[in-house]
Structures are given as structure tokens and as C-alpha cells.
């Protein structure tokens, strides 16, 4: 799907948005079945990788961590065949530091923390990289928001444990680095 100029052809962004589009979605549906299949589950109390503890929560494990393979497998083709520069290197990063999420799951202990802190950290990186790209500046923009959305709740959860869980500080690093993330599949090989 690669162009062989600075941009894709039509049908070209149309393949790679699908990518991108199925790299956010499928983790996210598989997250909410998890979630539908856990009473137990608080959004307010729990971080999402709960449902990803196989020895606990083997029933929810399974759906969890397969959407985590899904949405990995899904960037990190689109980081391969759609993506240049530096949009390649950190969509790369992030599928590749999403399926060690999944792989090494909570039962992992403070290795899985440790790959979850990658994972986040790569999220992070793809929006640092938007404020000082050359990207229209409604962009840089939303990025540089972005950033302090993101650093603010992060801060809150781990300094002040407001929440004392961690799913609502990943579900909203999730949400801020999408927007950034579709234009970059769509954008491909444009470098900014």
C-alpha cells in the first residue's frame, strides 16, 4: 500500500484508514464484551488490564487480551504498509509495545506495569510529535491540549489516586492520541 510519492492516492488513504479505523476498533469492542462479561468490573476502582488477568479472570482474559493482539496486529500493519517516517516508528512502537500489554498481562506482575508504562509512554510520544511537526497548526494545537489532558490525568491518578483506578486516565490516553492517530493513516506518507 506503500505510494511512491509523498501522497497516496485516494484508494490508497481509504485502505489505510480502514487499518486505522480497525486498530482502534477492535481493542476497544473486545474491551467493552470484557467489560459487559465482568460484574465485578468498576470503571472508578479498576485499571482496564483487570480484565486481562488470566488466572484471576480467565473468562474475561481471553476476550481482553485478544483485542489487545487484534489492535496490535492492526498498527502495526498499517506501520509497515501505509506509514513513513516518523508516523511509521511510532505506530510501530505503539502496536508493538501494545501486544507485550497483552502478552505479558497482569498476572506478570510489575513487568505488565512496565509495558503498560511503554505502551502509554508511545501514545504519549505520537502526540509530542504532532506539536512540533509541521502539521497545519489546528493540529499542533490539539496536540499541545492534548498533552496537558493527558499529563494532568495521569498525574491525578498516580500522585493523588483521583481515580483510584487506572481505567479512565487509559481510556482517556486513548481518545486523545486517536484523532492524531487516524490523520497519521491517512496522511501516510506526507511527511509533517
Known amino acids: 500500500m506503500r505510494s511512491s510519492g509523498a501522497f497516496y492516492t485516494l484508494a490508497t488513504r481509504i485502505k489505510c484508514l480502514v487499518a486505522a479505523v480497525l486498530a482502534l476498533a477492535a481493542p476497544l469492542a473486545l474491551i467493552g464484551v470484557a467489560i459487559a462479561s465482568a460484574p465485578w468490573f468498576r470503571f472508578w476502582y479498576n485499571a482496564l488490564s483487570d480484565l486481562g488477568h488470566q488466572v484471576k479472570h480467565p473468562n474475561t482474559a481471553k476476550i481482553f487480551n485478544t483485542g489487545l493482539i487484534l489492535g496490535a496486529m492492526f498498527s502495526t500493519v498499517l506501520a509497515c504498509k501505509c506509514l513513513t517516517g ?101 496522511m501516510g506518507g506526507h511527511q509533517g
Open 86 to 186: 516518523w508516523r511509521e516508528v511510532l505506530v510501530w512502537m505503539e502496536g508493538f509495545s501494545l501486544a507485550l500489554v497483552a502478552v505479558f498481562n497482569e498476572a506478570y506482575g510489575s513487568l505488565h506495569f512496565w509495558v503498560s508504562v511503554l505502551f502509554f509512554l508511545s501514545l504519549l510520544a505520537m502526540i509530542m510529535a504532532y506539536i512540533v511537526s509541521k502539521e497545519p497548526m489546528v493540529l499542533r494545537l490539539y496536540a499541545g491540549t492534548a498533552l496537558v489532558i493527558y499529563i494532568v490525568a495521569w498525574y491525578m491518578h498516580f500522585a493523588e489516586k483521583v481515580p483510584p483506578g487506572a481505567s479512565i486516565p487509559e481510556l482517556l490516553s486513548v481518545s486523545l492520541y486517536a484523532p492524531l492517530f487516524i490523520h497519521a493513516s491517512v
